[in-house]
């Protein structure tokens, strides 16, 4: 059965400060890593990874993907109040497209 | 484009009551899936259907059912209401060959069943 980990459940910051999320893995026939910033409502993408090493950057955010170890990492650099929100990971398999969604990391970030 | 549109919003239920939640896109895509989302969980796979005519169970089937009769609409059917399926409903869907297998969403329809 597929598997994904997240952590921490959920982080306290401030404004300004830099935050490192986590997503471990199990899967069959791994295609492909997302993450989602979810704010109360639909999930929004952000990130699709499929190879190793190569670090995708989006503004302040960037996400780097191990698949020998198995874990992806997203980065959030000098925090503002508006990232926060539960940021999901999933891991999607080459079966019909699903993905497995991890519980989520609650992100709190404060003025 | 609307994107992926679901209602209701909001919906309250019986114990024992049926209801369908609608879901329809017009991206054309031919990925699409149900996802329920309980309090400070992620998202679990109900059903999902990869074309017309064509469905699946994903991790959580039991309760609901599904039908695909065109591209565009995927409908969830619950039948008799549980309280254990108070939750957050999504609709998704997905190109079919998109590597990446990104997901649009819908904005969710919030069930409460008493």
């Known amino acids: 059965e597929d598997k994904v980990v997240q952590s921490p459940l959920s982080l306290v910051v401030h404004e300004g400060d830099t935050v490192t999320l986590n997503c471990s893995y199990e899967?069959?026939?791994?295609?492909?890593l997302l993450w989602y910033k979810q704010e109360k409502k639909a999930p929004t993408f952000l990130f699709m990874l499929?190879?190793?090493?190569i670090e995708k950057k989006s503004g302040r955010l960037s996400s780097i993907l191990d698949k020998k170890e198995l874990f992806s990492i997203l980065n959030i650099t000098a925090t503002q109040t508006g990232d926060s929100a539960v940021y999901l990971c999933?891991?999607?398999?080459?079966?019909?497209?699903?993905?497995?969604f991890g519980d989520g990391t609650t992100l709190t970030v404060k003025p | 484009n609307a994107g992926v549109t679901q209602t209701p919003k909001f919906r309250i239920l019986k114990i024992g009551q049926s209801m369908t939640l609608q879901c329809a896109q017009d991206?054309?895509?031919?990925?699409m899936y149900w996802y329920r989302q309980d309090p400070g969980m992620g998202l679990k796979l109900i059903y999902y259907s990869v074309g017309a005519g064509i469905t699946d169970k994903g991790e959580v089937p039991n309760g609901y059912n599904v039908s695909r009769s065109t591209t565009e609409d995927f409908p969830l059917r619950l039948e008799l209401a549980a309280p254990s399926q108070t939750s957050v409903y999504f609709c998704?869907?997905?190109?079919?060959?998109?590597?990446?297998?990104?997901?649009?969403f819908g904005p969710g329809t919030r069930l409460t069943v008493t």
């Open positions: 991206m054309n895509h031919n990925y």
């Open positions: 499929t190879s190793s090493g």
């Open positions: 899967v069959t026939n791994f295609r492909s």
């Open positions: 998704a869907s997905s190109y079919e060959f998109s590597a990446a297998y990104e997901q649009y």
């Open positions: 999933a891991v999607a398999g080459t079966n019909a497209g699903k993905s497995t």
